[in-house]
């Protein structure tokens, strides 16, 4: 889930520049589908998910 430095230097001008900047800009637009969910979905869930997505364990065997 790279994403071009140029597009995250296009977004914080565009927040900086901006009469009402928003609270959150996401880049890349995967963010933004992040963002979204979080309205929706407890910390727990959405944790779960993006470490499935991100390939991370449900349970790490600690010895």
Known sequence: ???DPQLVADII?????AKRPKARYAA?????????CRRFMS??????????????PHKVDMG
């Not at 890349?28 to 979204?36: E, G, I, N, R």
Request: hydrophobic share 60%.
């Open 13 to 17: 001008v565009k927040a900086a520049l």
């Open 28 to 36: 890349p637009k995967v963010a933004s589908v992040a963002l979204f």
């Open 1 to 3: 889930m790279e994403c």
């Open 43 to 56: 910390d727990a869930l959405l944790d779960r998910l993006f470490g499935r997505y991100m390939g991370v």
